[in-house]
């Protein structure tokens, strides 16, 4: 996990509130993303960056919302628009986006009372 | 279905023995990469293969690719309790700018 972080480990939010995940890596990577797993499920891209200022919607970023107003943070807000908020939320780094080494933060743990 | 699909789910063996798990992908890529993922924790990057590369060694992991048949399969000699974990293989292609991960294998070591 070393080099990027992530807050709070586990997280409770009642139905309806907006809540943040943090991310942060101290590697100087340009690019950054977000993942989510369910279960006994693979990885699936929410969001994803390549550069400072810049960011695109990965495959389901619906219910989600980002920014990267520095290079070493890319905080995640999962929106009351997010059905099934419940999952394991995965932050990861890369050199640059066509870099293909992504280097993983621990990991937050996302409950919907 | 989706990219980078591995095979089996879940695979128990008991230790000492070899693991071998299979990747299957759909679309061209540039590299395949092989992670590591203990339970409830981030993924660990374990090795990456190029396109134009066939079989690839590190420490006890042995990595092979077969484009023609799009495939790969990660094998971890001489097993180890600690090797239980989940593990994923990732396909990047350039043009996409992004890795897609499959559903991963659960491998589980018995001492």
């Known amino acids: 996990d070393g080099g990027i972080t992530q807050s709070p480990k586990y997280l409770f939010r009642k139905e309806g509130q907006n809540v943040t995940l943090s991310c942060e890596q101290n590697l100087n990577h340009d690019a950054m993303y977000w993942y989510r797993q369910d279960p006994g499920q693979g990885l699936r891209l929410i969001y994803y960056?390549?550069?400072?200022?810049?960011?695109q919607k990965g495959d389901i970023a619906e219910g989600y919302s980002v920014s990267r107003e520095k290079k070493e943070s890319f905080p995640l807000t999962v929106t009351s628009a997010q059905k099934n908020p419940t999952a394991f939320y995965l932050c990861?780094?890369?050199?640059?986006?066509?870099?293909?080494?992504?280097?993983f933060g621990p990991g937050t743990r996302l409950t919907v009372l | 279905s989706q990219q980078g699909e591995e095979d089996p789910q879940a695979l128990s063996i008991q230790e000492g023995e070899n693991a071998t798990m299979n990747c299957s992908y759909k679309t061209s890529i540039n590299n395949l990469q092989w992670y590591r993922q203990n339970s409830g924790r981030g993924l660990v990057h374990l090795i990456l293969i190029r396109s134009n590369e066939r079989e690839k060694h590190s420490g006890r992991l042995r990595v092979t690719l077969d484009t023609s048949k799009k495939s790969s399969s990660l094998l971890i000699t001489a097993s180890r309790a600690a090797d239980t974990a989940s593990y994923f293989c990732a396909t990047f292609n350039t043009n996409a700018g992004k890795s897609t991960f499959g559903d991963g294998t659960t491998l589980t070591v018995k001492p």
């Open positions: 990861a780094s890369s050199i640059t986006y066509d870099t293909d080494t992504q280097y």
């Open positions: 960056s390549q550069i400072v200022n810049d960011f």
